[in-house]
């Protein structure tokens, strides 16, 4: 598996990150506001992108009250709340000026270990419109919301609200690409939140 950070010249052109989201289970608070180790989610993935070298489109899709860096655009789908695949809408609307050939990064922000297989991705996209890790921890499958994509084919999703991801990527030729160190791991408990800590090597206490 390579290691985006071990192979920095193939990385994403853009970038959509989904943080638009509640932690239910992690106390009901903004998740990319949620904190690991004292340092919010959101802020991990930052981190994590700028070890990959990226200098693209990032855009966030999250409420405008979410704290974000300079030149990050910031944006939401309308009415809020319509599901990771509106909100996908909404985020890939805002590349409008890069061509369909423009290789994109998908992520959730509670997975921000992700940005770690963007390198390997990438070198997957010749012939298909996308590339998305697979694990076999519980059952195999594909994590469309962690992979890359060609924009042409993230232009084509449904424009529908409240339907699940794997519908709206289902007709797409998706390349499968092992994840063995679980790089995709999501943060939705508080017990995710530890290991996430240990692997990202900070404190492993949880604020909220």
Excluded at 4 to 13: R, S
Excluded at 173 to 182: F, G, I, L, R, Y
Aim: net charge negative; hydrophobic share 40%.
């Amino acid at each position: 598996m390579c290691d985006c950070a071990e192979n920095p010249v193939v990385v994403p052109d853009a970038a959509v990150i989904l943080a638009g989201g509640t932690a239910k289970r992690l106390g009901g608070v903004s998740k990319p506001d949620y904190r690991v180790g004292g340092t919010r989610l959101i802020d991990c993935v930052f981190a994590e992108i700028e070890r990959t070298r990226f200098s693209g489109r990032l855009v966030v899709v999250a409420p405008a009250r979410l704290s974000v860096p300079s030149g990050v655009v910031l944006t939401l789908e309308d009415p809020p709340l319509g599901g990771p695949l509106a909100g996908l809408n909404a985020g890939v609307s805002q590349l409008g000026d890069l061509p369909d050939s423009a290789m994109v990064a998908v992520m959730p922000c509670d997975a921000p270990l992700t940005p770690r297989l963007w390198g390997n991705l990438c070198t997957h996209l010749e012939g298909c419109a996308g590339a998305a890790p697979q694990t076999d921890d519980c059952e195999t499958r594909l994590h469309y919301l962690h992979g890359c994509y060609r924009l042409g084919a993230l232009r084509e999703l449904p424009q529908v609200r409240n339907r699940s991801i794997r519908s709206g990527f289902s007709h797409l030729q998706v390349t499968a690409v092992a994840d063995p160190q679980h790089y995709c791991m999501d943060v939705d408990t508080p017990e995710d939140a530890r290991r996430l800590a240990a692997r990202l090597e900070i404190p492993p206490a949880v604020e909220v």
